[in-house]
């Protein structure tokens, strides 16, 4: 599958504009800086849907002028129908790539037929460590002293897919969850972005061998 989409990318013609949509579910400091550094660049954001109505998000979305949506989960009959709907609005807008930037709801697998391998998240610790929620808090419990974050391909489990880019920080003394997200912040704000441009140019080859293995193409990262 991860194959597919190395295919593909790369035979995109780089004067095209590669069109990304992101999922939000609150503040948007990812959302924001996708919008700050890729996007009119290697990417346009043409979509932007949130779980959460009223989510702050939405309104970083709307001043860029990005068309945005709501799909609550409290809207639809039950999970999947949420997720067919979103799809659909996704796939109206044009978009190619799914980012999830502090998206607080589950993707089933219907959702991300529509989408193969194309379908990224960023998680706040170095995965496979602390999946789920709380990560933060499931670190500093367990008492590490490097925290970091994952830029991972979505797949049906939770934070399971896929490794694109990691980043650690050494923080041998924090104790406050607000401590160690404030040092996480610029690295997410980093590679986030660092990830859409990667794909958007094609820079990424799944080892056949082992789709798990994401190499970089040489000179891209
Ligand atoms: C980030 O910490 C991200 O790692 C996690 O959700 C948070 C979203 O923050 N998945 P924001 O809404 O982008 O500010």
Wanted: hydrophobic share 50%; aromatic share 6%; glycine share 10%.
């Amino acid at each position: 599958m991860l194959c597919e989409l190395a295919h593909s990318y790369g035979e995109r013609r780089v004067s095209e504009r590669f069109p990304i949509a992101v999922l939000v579910s609150g503040t948007g400091t990812n959302l924001q800086a996708l919008l700050d550094t890729v996007h009119g660049r290697d990417a346009d954001v043409v979509a932007v849907a949130s779980s959460v109505a009223g989510a702050p998000a939405l309104e970083r979305a709307a001043r860029h002028g990005v068309p945005t949506a709501v799909f609550a989960r409290s809207g639809y009959a039950d999970r999947g129908a949420r997720d067919l709907a979103l799809a659909d609005w996704l796939a109206e807008r044009g978009a190619r790539l799914v980012v999830l930037a502090g998206y607080m709801e589950l993707l089933g697998a219907s959702f991300l037929d529509r989408f193969p391998a194309a379908v990224i998240n960023v998680h706040p610790s170095l995965l496979p460590a602390f999946p789920g929620l709380g990560a933060i808090e499931q670190a500093l419990a367990y008492g590490v002293k490097v925290f970091g974050v994952t830029v991972h391909f979505v797949d049906a489990g939770v934070d399971s897919g896929a490794v694109i880019l990691q980043r650690a920080v050494e923080l041998p003394h924090a104790r406050e969850p607000a401590e160690v997200l404030a040092a996480l912040r610029p690295l997410e704000h980093a590679l986030l972005p660092q990830a859409v441009a990667l794909i958007a140019q094609g820079a990424l080859a799944p080892d056949p061998a082992n789709e798990r293995r994401i190499a970089i193409r040489s000179g891209e990262g």
